[in-house]
């Protein structure tokens, strides 16, 4: 834990904790609001930002501040389900592979590596389409191009640990495996694990926006950011940028917070780069 | 060397069969009944047996799999119903518009890293905040959305650049044909009015397209400047006399171009995921616009081969980025070395 402390005093740190502890409030409130924000007003429609409306209202009438709330919502709960069941599978396999037999790691990596072959945002696409569009599926198509992230990442560090004197003490001491992988292993992971959690719920934040934005995600009364932006956009030739502006800027915000905070992570371990 | 190169190659065939069949297990094995897609909602169920054994899939897994297979390698890529036309057919009479802002999104992505990357690594002070400020940004945008934000901003409030209206203004008429690239075309045909408006109408898509791999290219090579301008022979260099900025270019940044070099598969994997984004924004006629079509209409044939067809352009980008790297750097020749 050496120079822990320091690190988590830089201010870049702070900065992007503040920023996620925003969010965190934004999104309570917004599942406050809850249907509220898909209430349909056709009499104050399109309206640019005011007092009234912070960041205005959209083409059925609806307060797109309320709804930018809910979708922080949507996102962060979405981004972290998807993460934290892509970080146990990808956990697990690399633990099957790094540290069991020679023919399970083939057997294992040979489709974490066919999964790795696509472009992520394509594959979640057509598993999405797959299923059915809607969030589940949208979620179950993150988590399958997380896991093998996780799994390729973590397995070389599970590799690595086997010739850890720690490991190997356990392992002369007749520990079970399975105990060495749990107590020994996986705090050994613990960094890298942070890491690529932190990396992965950025983007996990952006790939469900946009596989709202072609129309697998969430159905069209969702305030889902990604869903908003599409609607935005028929709006943004004509002058009403407020309806596509705003959602993005919500997500921009929070990637860039994510993205902060993993730099620096990444920099604590790695001092030289950025 | 050789030996080397046949193993990768091997390697990434293995990984194409198995992403083929990925993409099959996802769009064939997954519930979720074809058969009822295309035959729509109200069929009854002599019609859907009908459907299902002309798309064969009253057959067995594996040949069913091997047919998908065979059909591929063949060129028989199915029928696409929402663009009412062979798939080959359909994503190849519009590949050349995608083409044409990916080139271009590529290029500047690439020439745009570079120089702000060796301006960035050159020393600490407010460029380098800048650079990183902006390679953070672009990290963090959904191509779709800057496309949005590039409309509202320069083609409804400034009105420098056409917003959505596709590749050419509607009172132009297309080139003839010569390379399928509007810009070239027109000028290959002595036409300035066209290459403005062609150009014109590529700026706002071309931008948002380049911006995130800018960003992933900036950040990356920055990175590896930094590392490499510590070394001792940059010192050496240095202290022959060498003027800081020509130190900068020649030694500094051709030594920290692997990695980039390195990573063009990933860069055609965000070209390619982009384009299927940003092309709807500025009903830019290409494949991801197409693709984002049939993606609403549950076109199963033509999201699979799209899918199947980048994975494969993934793939190869890999194998080419590290085949060049090998090429460049001789300390990956030895066998062994090289992982």
Avoid at chain 1, 167 to 195: K, S
Avoid at chain 2, 241 to 265: E, F
Wanted: aromatic share 8%; net charge positive.
């Amino acid at each position: 834990m050496n120079g822990t402390t320091s690190a988590w005093r830089r201010w870049p740190v702070i900065a992007s904790m503040v920023i996620l502890a925003v969010y965190l409030m934004l999104a309570l409130a917004g599942t406050f609001l809850g249907d509220q924000a898909n209430v349909a007003d056709v009499t104050r429609t399109l309206r640019p930002p005011s007092a009234e409306h912070l960041l205005g209202t959209d083409g059925e009438g609806r307060d797109v501040l309320s709804r930018v709330s809910v979708g922080a919502g949507i996102s962060i709960m979405l981004a972290a389900i998807s993460v934290a069941l892509g970080a146990a599978g990808g956990l697990i396999v690399a633990l099957a592979c790094g540290l069991g037999a020679r023919w399970l790691d083939r057997v294992l990596m040979a489709p974490m590596n066919a999964v790795l072959a696509f472009p992520q945002l394509l594959l979640a696409m057509a598993i999405a389409i797959a299923l059915g569009s809607g969030l589940t599926s949208a979620v179950i198509g993150i988590v399958v191009t997380i896991i093998p992230v996780f799994a390729v990442t973590l397995r070389g560090e599970a590799l690595r640990s086997r010739s850890e004197a720690f490991v190997e003490a356990a392992t002369t001491i007749g520990l079970p495996r399975w105990r060495i992988a749990l107590r020994h292993v996986v705090p050994y992971l613990g960094t890298t694990m942070t890491v690529q959690i932190a990396a992965n719920f950025g983007s996990a934040v952006i790939t469900l926006a946009a596989l709202s934005y072609v129309g697998v995600g969430a159905r069209p009364p969702t305030a889902e950011w990604g869903a908003m932006i599409n609607d935005g956009l028929q709006h943004a030739v004509s002058g009403q940028w407020w309806v596509g502006v705003a959602p993005g800027i919500a997500l921009l915000g929070l990637v860039i917070a994510v993205n902060i905070f993993t730099d620096q992570v990444r920099a604590r371990r790695r001092p030289a780069g950025w | 060397m050789f030996r080397d190169i046949r193993q990768r190659l091997l390697a990434s065939a293995v990984t194409i069969v198995l992403a083929s069949f990925v993409s099959f297990v996802v769009l064939r094995a997954l519930p979720g009944d074809p058969a009822r897609l295309i035959a729509g909602p109200l069929a009854g169920p002599e019609t859907l047996a009908a459907t299902r054994s002309s798309l064969g899939l009253d057959r067995p897994f594996f040949a069913q799999y091997g047919q998908f297979l065979w059909n591929f390698v063949r060129g028989d890529w199915g029928y696409s119903f929402s663009v009412g036309d062979e798939v080959r057919e359909a994503l190849t009479s519009r590949l050349t518009a995608t083409l044409e802002l990916a080139l271009y999104a590529f290029v500047l992505a690439v020439v745009g890293a570079l120089v702000c990357a060796s301006v960035a690594s050159f020393r600490p002070g407010f460029r380098r905040g800048l650079v990183r400020l902006f390679a953070l940004v672009g990290l963090g945008s959904p191509p779709f959305w800057v496309g949005l934000v590039l409309i509202v901003v320069f083609s409804s409030y400034l009105g420098w650049w056409p917003g959505p209206s596709g590749r050419l203004s509607p009172q132009l008429y297309p080139p003839e044909p010569v390379t399928g690239f509007y810009t070239v075309d027109f000028a290959l045909h002595g036409d300035l009015i066209g290459v403005s408006d062609s150009a014109a109408h590529l700026v706002l898509p071309v931008v948002s397209l380049a911006l995130l791999p800018w960003a992933f290219l900036t950040r990356l090579l920055t990175a590896n400047m930094a590392d490499t301008a510590g070394q001792p022979y940059i010192l050496v260099v240095r202290s022959k006399g060498v003027p800081a900025w020509r130190t900068h270019v020649r030694h500094v940044l051709a030594n920290s171009l692997l990695p980039t070099v390195s990573s063009c598969g990933l860069i055609l994997a965000t070209l390619i995921t982009g384009s299927v984004l940003v092309e709807t924004v500025f009903n830019w006629p290409g494949v991801g616009a197409m693709l984002t079509e049939g993606i609403s209409a549950q076109d199963f044939a033509l999201v699979q081969s799209f899918i199947l067809l980048s994975a494969i352009l993934y793939v190869v980008g890999n194998l080419v980025g590290d085949a060049v790297n090998r090429m460049i750097d001789a300390r990956l020749r030895t066998p062994g070395a090289a992982r």
